[in-house]
């Protein structure tokens, strides 16, 4: 590949060793990537889907931040655009015992609470009933709501699929983010995908929530977009499988992952920078690397507060459209099961999060861990995180075991 200019700012296509992203310019002048889904407004197949949770923090520093600026009548205006839009279930924790038995359905708890995010990865072409729930979060709140600890479930864990005798699914062991697919199928929708990935990871972790919560990649970006981008640190060289430079356009890559950066690989540089929404979000797929998955999980954490960060500046905060914007992107995107509470009741309830910190958590050591058939697996001290989440003991666990927590600085960007 000749030498070019394949980016603006510092963005530039090196012969010999494919192309590279850093900085902060725009790829091709543009708001997306050419060739990219983002690019071709017009069309409206499936697409690659991403984190997903974000959205759902992010509406709880926005509406948090209200409170202090406009007051209840101001805070309600923006909170029912926001659940406007949310589709909403109780077909979820209300079966089989899913739901936190500690606190009467309809109520939000008092104490400690969990909620289960599930994120679809939908490629290009697939319709209902093919998505897999390749991002899997645990957000552990403490007694205050003031304070969150997230925790990934690798999406390659092997572990049982419970039988659904309602939904016709049988008993089997497979990859956990199978579970989503298989519960959605013949017209179960994202209701009964959320039901039987629920019901795996309860089988997995013995947690019981207080909320589930499914989120699409159309509307992750749109919030994104709404917030102009985020600032994010790229702690290593990495290459994204799902877009290429030709001729000096970021182009998204029809096809197949491959195994190896092609020659035109898009390349993702060191360094913190501010990212347009389609960047963080491929940034926060990336996992070619030593640590693979858990690279992922990690970017996925570090977007999520950065998003969580940037929803509750002042930049956000003191423009109402753009506050507008952010939530109706957030409603579109968000589905949810809050175990009997009002939706807004649910979502205010925790908007002690926005000026709390989101704490990251380590799960496997934070690379692979052999499981049965050589599968992934999951260790004897993340098997023990589990239990002291499930029984609300998790700060005091954490100060025993600090390796679990990510707390170098590119984590918190």
Same mark, same amino acid.
Request: charged residues 20%; hydrophobic residues 35%; positive net charge.
């Given at each position: 590949?000749?030498?070019?200019?394949? +980016?603006?700012?510092?963005?530039?296509?090196?012969?010999?060793?494919?192309?590279?992203?850093?900085?902060?310019?725009?790829?091709?002048?543009?708001?997306?990537?050419?060739?990219?889904?983002?690019?071709?407004? /017009? /069309? !409206?197949?499936?697409?690659?889907?991403?984190?997903?949770?974000?959205?759902?923090?992010?509406?709880?520093?926005?509406? @948090?931040?209200?409170?202090?600026?406009?007051?209840?009548?101001?805070?309600?205006?923006?909170?029912?655009?926001?659940?406007?839009?949310?589709?909403?279930?109780?077909?979820?924790? *209300?079966?089989?015992?899913?739901?936190? /038995?500690?606190?009467?359905? %309809?109520?939000?708890?008092?104490?400690? +609470?969990?909620?289960?995010?599930?994120?679809?990865?939908?490629?290009?072409?697939?319709?209902?009933?093919?998505?897999?729930?390749?991002?899997?979060? #645990?957000?552990?709140?403490?007694?205050?709501?003031?304070?969150?600890?997230?925790?990934?479930?690798?999406?390659?864990?092997?572990?049982?699929?419970?039988? =659904?005798?309602?939904?016709?699914?049988?008993?089997?062991?497979? /990859? #956990?983010?199978?579970?989503?697919?298989?519960?959605?199928?013949?017209?179960?929708?994202?209701?009964?995908?959320?039901?039987?990935?629920?019901?795996?990871?309860?089988?997995?972790? %013995?947690?019981?929530? =207080?909320?589930?919560?499914? #989120? *699409?990649?159309?509307?992750?970006?749109?919030?994104?977009?709404?917030?102009?981008?985020?600032?994010?640190? &790229?702690?290593?060289?990495?290459?994204?499988?799902?877009?290429? &430079?030709?001729?000096?356009?970021?182009?998204?890559?029809?096809?197949?992952?491959?195994?190896?950066?092609?020659?035109?690989?898009?390349?993702?540089?060191?360094?913190?920078?501010? +990212?347009?929404?389609?960047?963080?979000?491929?940034?926060?797929?990336?996992?070619?690397?030593?640590?693979?998955?858990?690279?992922?999980?990690?970017?996925?954490?570090?977007?999520?507060?950065?998003?969580?960060?940037?929803?509750?500046?002042?930049? &956000?905060?003191?423009?109402?459209?753009?506050?507008?914007?952010?939530?109706?992107?957030?409603?579109?995107?968000?589905?949810?099961?809050?175990?009997?509470?009002?939706?807004?009741?649910? #979502?205010?309830?925790? !908007?002690?999060?926005?000026?709390?910190?989101?704490?990251?958590?380590?799960?496997?050591?934070?690379?692979?861990?052999?499981g049965q058939g050589g599968g992934e697996g999951i260790s004897d =001290?993340?098997?023990? @995180?589990?239990?002291?989440?499930?029984?609300?003991?998790?700060?005091?666990?954490?100060?025993?075991?600090?390796?679990?927590?990510?707390?170098?600085?590119?984590?918190?960007?």
């Amino acid at each position: 590949m000749p030498p070019q200019t394949a +980016m603006q700012g510092d963005r530039v296509a090196r012969p010999g060793r494919s192309n590279t992203y850093g900085g902060g310019g725009t790829y091709g002048g543009g708001g997306g990537p050419s060739g990219s889904p983002a690019a071709k407004g /017009k /069309k !409206k197949s499936k697409r690659h889907k991403s984190p997903l949770w974000a959205k759902l923090l992010t509406t709880f520093g926005v509406i @948090l931040a209200l409170v202090g600026v406009g007051g209840i009548v101001v805070v309600k205006y923006f909170l029912n655009q926001l659940t406007s839009n949310i589709q909403t279930t109780s077909s979820v924790l *209300d079966s089989n015992g899913l739901g936190n /038995k500690t606190v009467p359905v %309809g109520k939000l708890p008092d104490g400690a +609470m969990n909620l289960l995010m599930l994120g679809l990865d939908t490629r290009t072409g697939w319709g209902e009933g093919e998505s897999r729930s390749d991002t899997i979060l #645990i957000l552990h709140i403490t007694a205050s709501h003031d304070q969150a600890y997230m925790i990934s479930i690798p999406r390659d864990t092997v572990a049982k699929i419970p039988a =659904d005798e309602s939904m016709g699914v049988r008993e089997q062991t497979t /990859k #956990i983010n199978a579970a989503y697919l298989f519960g959605s199928q013949n017209g179960r929708g994202w209701q009964g995908g959320a039901k039987l990935a629920t019901k795996a990871i309860h089988e997995l972790t %013995g947690i019981e929530f =207080d909320g589930v919560m499914v #989120i *699409d990649f159309n509307g992750f970006k749109g919030i994104l977009e709404a917030m102009g981008g985020v600032h994010l640190c &790229v702690d290593k060289r990495m290459w994204s499988s799902h877009y290429v &430079v030709n001729n000096g356009k970021v182009e998204y890559a029809h096809g197949k992952d491959p195994t190896s950066p092609p020659r035109n690989a898009l390349w993702f540089e060191k360094g913190c920078r501010n +990212m347009q929404p389609w960047e963080a979000l491929e940034f926060s797929r990336l996992r070619h690397s030593t640590n693979g998955d858990y690279d992922r999980q990690r970017h996925q954490q570090q977007l999520l507060r950065a998003m969580a960060k940037k929803a509750s500046s002042s930049g &956000v905060m003191g423009n109402p459209t753009k506050v507008s914007k952010i939530l109706a992107a957030a409603g579109k995107s968000l589905k949810m099961d809050t175990h009997g509470v009002p939706v807004d009741s649910f #979502i205010f309830g925790l !908007k002690g999060l926005a000026a709390g910190d989101l704490i990251p958590i380590k799960t496997n050591g934070g690379t692979f861990a052999p499981g049965q058939g050589g599968g992934e697996g999951i260790s004897d =001290d993340t098997r023990k @995180l589990f239990e002291a989440t499930s029984a609300d003991r998790l700060p005091e666990f954490l100060g025993r075991h600090p390796e679990m927590l990510i707390n170098d600085a590119t984590a918190a960007s």
